[in-house]
Nanobody, 122 residues
Framework: VQLQASGGGLVQAGGSLKLSCAAS????????MAWFRQAPGKEREIVAT???????YYADFVKGRFTISRDNAKNTVYLQMNSLKPDDTAVYYC?????????????????WGQGTQVTVSS
């Protein structure tokens, strides 16, 4: 399984970015997917998940601003990020698991994308 994350960049506070995570070797619609982020000096934290049935979960700090979605035809998961804040600055990673269900910790995910840098200026 290979995951390719893209879409990061530099944006001003209040702006938007859309991250993509394209998969090969796996049909994403059959497994849960997650986005994590890691800021300098901090632990990697979960941002959002999408289950097989498209049920979603969001960390409190992104609720109402970020949206996770999946395009089954493109085998790609997205993270639409609106109203970005400087605190959102981090490397963002997509991940999936060998098991079918959703999980909330980094230890439960087996496959990771390479990360894409998001920088929000004030």
């Amino acid at each position: 399984v290979q995951l390719q994350a893209s879409g990061g960049g530099l944006v001003q506070a209040g702006g938007s970015l859309k991250l993509s995570c394209a998969a090969s070797g796996r049909t994403l619609s059959s497994y849960a997917m997650a986005w994590f982020r890691q800021a300098p000096g901090k632990e990697r934290e979960i941002v959002a998940t999408i289950a097989r049935g498209s049920t979603t979960y969001y960390a409190d700090f992104v609720k109402g601003r970020f949206t996770i979605s999946r395009d089954n035809a493109k085998n790609t998961v997205y993270l639409q990020m609106n109203s970005l804040k400087p605190d959102d600055t981090a490397v963002y990673y997509c991940a999936t698991r060998r098991q079918l269900g959703v999980a909330m910790t980094t230890y439960e995910y087996d496959y990771w994308g390479q990360g894409t840098q998001v920088t929000v200026s004030s």
